[in-house]
């Protein structure tokens, strides 16, 4: 599942700081720093795990310049995303994988992926989401014919989206990313919001415009 291109907001707010030394989690991932913050009204510990923040239930969180966020699909979609383990991904083998391999392939170079949406369908109709160390986070989106449809790659938590130059689905010679990105470079720059709802508003019309997008060249 790729960060703010599936679905509804969550906000989060900042309570305080911690702790900032080493300690390990029960699933043997290091955390190296905690700190409260408040979700859904309940004070939750938020961990740093490999260079992300994560929730006490697994949840991404994003640090914004209007507070913290969470990203999930619509409506109660978040209930589909599936998260397994902290254990970081090989990052060298990446360059194993390739278009033609289907999940058990995929499993086969890279192990098994640390989340994984929705998780009501079978395998080659989900998005495999591989977390490494130091931030890296990696987004596999299986196509239900065949394969690998498209790969994108963030290099830490504060990068932004890449395709997978070997694994990036093209239309006339351009992966969705790179069509996306053209089009944000003619628009009108941004402005810097001055509240949540402004920013909520802001991140819905991007997402609306990605998911029509992705539908234009997604594969039936």
């Given at each position: ?8 907001m969550r906000w989060i707010v900042f309570s305080s700081l911690l702790f900032t030394h080493a300690l390990l989690a029960q699933d043997g991932s290091v955390v190296t720093q905690t700190m409260r ?92 989401d591989y977390y490494g160390a130091g931030g890296y986070k990696l987004s596999i989106q299986f196509s239900s014919s065949r394969g690998i449809f498209n790969a994108t790659f963030e290099s830490d ?64």
């Open positions: 599942m790729t960060p703010l291109d599936t679905g509804v913050i408040e979700i859904d009204n309940r004070v939750h510990t938020a961990r740093k795990i490999n260079g992300r923040w994560w929730s006490e239930d697994n949840r991404e969180l994003t640090r914004t310049n209007v507070g913290w966020l969470w990203s999930v699909s619509g409506g109660n979609a978040w209930q589909l995303v599936r998260f397994d383990h902290h254990s970081p991904v090989d990052t060298s083998r990446v360059s194993q994988v390739n278009r033609s391999m289907g999940p058990d392939q995929v499993k086969a170079v890279l192990g098994p992926p640390n989340s994984v949406f929705p998780s009501d369908k079978p395998a080659a109709q989900q998005i495999w938590a504060n990068s932004r989206l890449k395709d997978v130059p070997h694994l990036a689905f093209r239309v006339n010679g351009k992966t969705a990313q790179e069509s996306f990105e053209e089009r944000k470079a003619t628009r009108t720059q941004r402005q810097i919001p001055a509240s949540q709802e402004e920013y909520r508003k802001q991140l819905q019309e991007e997402m609306e415009q990605r998911h029509s997008q992705r539908n234009s060249t997604t594969p039936r």
